[in-house]
């Protein structure tokens, strides 16, 4: 309600209409008064920031084929996203739709790395996996690497971390439900063992982290494995050579992020493998895990479909403004017409192209 | 060919096949020829560059759905780029369509710039409408006034400059049939006037330039009037007050550019009219014509739809790279793994936003 998406699009000088999600709506509520009072306070123009409930996917569709609605954001699933998608794009008008639609994330375990600091990398790992009970977009829920005695004591010290720890309470049952769900059509596919699980809790959203562990060729068999599970989970695939962790790599659809966890010796022999994990995410992180997403100008948050629907632009970070903006170009207008930013005398002092050269000059 | 987009797409360093348009093959060839000779002197890869030619919209579709292909680009009709728009947005995985689809270039010349220097404004109009034989995306295709004695006196010495132009020659007898049939078409449309029109010249592709009259009631009245006349033509709309105005501005479609001729005091007078039209297009001009498309950095060639099926994107001037790029964060990369662009020592001096300050510097 009040997130990234509604924030760039404010400040591009976009009114704003959000549909709250139907499993909370009075979270929702409490949000939108709050930007409604500082849209008052702002002396913005009433009508500035709309809510909208609604259980059915009617009111969202309706929403984004309204003539006025110029853009769309969306975080959900990939069948609701591409939904809307497929609605703004069949529009008399078609307009952008920046949908972020499931990531898995992909973590690449690189060999001289995990024998020098397995461990820790373990450690780090169900730190990421488990942050917010498994239920952030970068959520890390596969991990590449190539089968060998250090993978295998990376997956035993992963899932000894998993059942330690305490279960979880996501935000809904529903959610909980489907992890649930999810997690016990991993257990049941051929090949896929469970390294570690913590003990269950009580209550009907609580769930226990998990590692699931795999080999490289059953997880090359079955798509299924490579689809985003929800929760505090993550699986670990073996691979048996390095053309099969290429081709895991290459098996995996677009994503947020890919994290690599290498030495000076592992970067050097496994390049073309980290330009492969490049060429399909967003933001490639070295050495860490990616659900931290710092909210600064050199962020990107997004990637390729079906990561998002627009992989030009991100949700996160200064950029996201463009989102919700378009160019215009003045040609030779008068000064009385030009908006501040654009006037000769530069009154906000900007950074300005003028004649070929960066400068915050006026005149 | 070698247009723009295949220029930007090869900057942000991807290989690019073009769709020759069946009209003119063997020109096609001959530039297709200097690119790939372009290619092999640069040392590129072979396969950088490569150029299908076909007559029907298979080719076209084929190529827009294949897998490897990431962002098209295309200028011609609305039929044929919406056909490519939507086949791009069904794909499995949805891809940018940068479509130019016609525009009528709308020139709002308002009542103390008609009587300051009417014969001079008239005088430009000519010369932008009928450059190169009116086959110009930017050509200035209806203009829009106050009807009163400055417009009709305008009207009239625009209609006599018409009358005393040669003939000129269309790139294609195509192009001059479909050019007369929609003369003929404005011609035959109810309250359609011509205020001049130039000899007829010799030879299938040869068309007389022309300027048609009609008042803003019968404008608003007919759709058709709005639509693209590709060729050496404009028509002046007469509207019978500043209300009527205002509707003629908000019945336009997106567009690519608009012009104003106006004084200072009509700018005060006039300026929701010219909010009105720089919410509908790409680039307004001031005091002049829209047919100079300067390659600039402060160039936006683009506009809403249906002038363009991406409306955040332009074919002109340096942010056109950005039709053919997407954003990838490298978070605490190696040296090593970074391009130059990104390492520390910024080997290209190029201005950098680094811990929020913009740069020259590396260290």
């Excluded at 498994?134 to 190539?146: D, E």
């Excluded at 494995?225 to 290429?246: H, I, M, N, W, Y």
Aim: hydrophobic fraction near 45%; proline fraction near 7%.
């Amino acid at each position: 309600v009040a997130g990234g998406d509604t924030a760039s699009a404010l400040a591009a000088g976009n009114p704003v209409v959000v549909k709250a999600h139907p499993a909370h709506p009075g979270a929702s509520d409490i949000a939108a008064r709050a930007v409604r009072q500082a849209v008052s306070a702002c002396g913005l123009p009433r009508g500035t920031f709309g809510l909208l409930h609604g259980a059915s996917a009617e009111v969202s569709l309706a929403l984004v084929v309204h003539p006025m609605i110029r853009a769309v954001g969306f975080t959900g699933s990939l069948a609701a996203g591409r939904a809307l998608f497929d609605a703004a794009a069949a529009r008399p008008e078609p307009i952008p739709v920046y949908a972020e639609m499931g990531s898995v994330n992909p973590v690449l375990v690189l060999p001289e790395a995990l024998r020098e600091r397995g461990a820790a990398i373990a450690a780090g790992l169900l730190q990421s996996a488990t942050l917010g009970v498994g239920q952030f977009c970068t959520n890390p829920g596969v991990v590449l690497g190539l089968h060998d005695d250090a993978l295998m004591a990376f997956v035993a010290e992963a899932g000894r971390l998993a059942s330690a720890m305490p279960a979880g309470v996501m935000l809904q049952p529903r959610l909980a439900d489907r992890f649930r769900a999810g997690r016990d059509a991993f257990r049941g596919t051929a090949g896929v063992e469970v390294a570690g699980e913590g003990a269950p809790g009580s209550g009907a959203s609580s769930v226990a982290p998990i590692v699931f562990f795999v080999s490289g060729a059953a997880f090359l068999r079955d798509s299924s494995l490579r689809e985003e599970l929800f929760g505090p989970s993550t699986l670990v695939v073996a691979c048996a050579d390095r053309k099969q962790l290429g081709d895991a790599v290459r098996s995996l659809p677009g994503q947020l992020t890919a994290s690599v966890h290498a030495t000076e010796g592992d970067l050097r022999q496994y390049q073309p493998l980290i330009d492969a994990l490049a060429e399909r995410v967003g933001r490639v992180v070295f050495g860490g895990f990616p659900t931290g997403v710092e909210v600064a100008p050199a962020m990107h948050h997004g990637g390729p479909y079906p990561a998002t629907t627009d992989v030009r632009s991100t949700s996160v970070g200064t950029a996201s403004i463009q989102r919700f903006a378009r160019p215009v170009c003045y040609q030779s207008a008068p000064a009385s017409l030009l908006p501040p930013e654009l006037q000769d005398a530069n009154p906000r002092g900007l950074w300005r192209l003028v004649d070929g050269e960066l400068s915050r000059a006026g005149w």
